[in-house]
Nanobody, 115 residues
Framework: QVQLVESGGGLAQAGGSLRLSCVAS????????MGWYRQIPGKQRELVAR???????TYPDSVKGRFTLSRDNAKRTWYLQMNSLRPEDTAVYYC?????????WGQGTQVTVSS
C-alpha cells in the first residue's frame, strides 16, 4: 500500500501563487506516472498535471502555461507550482500516482482563489 501526503493548499488571491507538495511512501522510480487532479463539488475529478516515468508532462489547456509539475526523486516528492491563479482554480486538489495497474490518491488539499 502506497501512502501519499499532500501539503501546501490554502487561500490565494487571483493572480497569486501557491505550491502543492506530495510526499510518497514509495520510490518514485517505481511509479508509471504521478501527478495532480482536482475536483469541484458536483463535478468529476479532472487532471491538472501528470508526468510519466519517462519525464513527459501533460497539462490540460485550462492550466497550461500557469501550472508546473516537478519532482524530486530523492525526496519521493512531486510538486505543483500554480501561478496566475484564477477563481476557477478553486477546488480540492489530489495527488495521484500509478504503479503497474494500481492507483493511489492523497487525501486532498483545498485551494481557494478569491477574486
Amino acid at each position: 500500500q502506497v501512502q501519499l501526503v499532500e501539503s501546501g493548499g490554502g487561500l490565494a488571491q487571483a493572480g497569486g501563487s501557491l505550491r502543492l507538495s506530495c510526499v510518497a511512501s514509495a520510490n518514485i522510480l517505481s511509479m508509471n506516472s504521478m501527478g495532480w487532479y482536482r475536483q469541484i463539488p458536483g463535478k468529476q475529478r479532472e487532471l491538472v498535471a501528470r508526468i510519466s516515468v519517462g519525464g513527459i508532462t501533460t497539462y490540460p489547456d485550462s492550466v497550461k502555461g500557469r501550472f508546473t509539475l516537478s519532482r524530486d526523486n530523492a525526496k519521493r516528492t512531486w510538486y505543483l507550482q500554480m501561478n496566475s491563479l484564477r477563481p476557477e482554480d478553486t477546488a480540492v486538489y489530489y495527488c495521484h500516482c500509478r504503479i503497474s495497474t494500481k492507483e493511489y490518491w492523497g487525501q486532498g488539499t483545498q485551494v481557494t482563489v478569491s477574486s
